[in-house]
Nanobody, 123 residues
Framework: QVQLVESGGGLVQAGGSLRLSCAAS????????MGWFRQAPGKERAFVAT????????NYADSVKGRFTISRDNAKNTVYLQMNSLKPEDTAVYYC????????????????WGQGTQVTVSS
């Protein structure tokens, strides 16, 4: 089994930046695609970004395109989410997840999840 631990969340003013990290252990990290999802208060968990095993392919939700960047360092077993120009509507718990088989942006195709990290953007 894989363990995923997110960090880097916090409180930031609108227009600010945060970088989330997700450290993985317990399974060969470089074999799997990874993703970030988020759940805002009162809403269902939603796709944010995904990255292929080697970082060559990335996908983003329309709401974060141009502001967020997903990346990974397979030598450090870590995936990142750089978030710039943050907006109050980005406030959510952010989850890191590891994909199961074929590259996908559907959260049903992700088998392992972290505990989440809170991101709060004040206006």
């Amino acid at each position: 089994q894989v363990q995923l631990v997110e960090s880097g969340g916090g409180l930031v003013q609108a227009g600010g930046s945060l970088r989330l990290s997700c450290a993985a252990s317990g399974r060969t990290f470089s074999n799997y695609y990874m993703g970030w999802f988020r759940q805002a208060p009162g809403k269902e968990r939603a796709f944010v970004a995904t990255i292929s095993w080697n970082g060559a392919v990335t996908n983003y939700a329309d709401s974060v395109k141009g502001r967020f960047t997903i990346s990974r360092d397979n030598a450090k077993n870590t995936v990142y989410l750089q978030m710039n120009s943050l907006k109050p509507e980005d406030t959510a718990v952010y989850y890191c997840a590891q994909g199961r088989y074929y590259y996908s942006t559907d959260q049903r195709d992700f088998g392992s999840w972290g505990q989440g990290t809170q991101v709060t953007v004040s206006s």
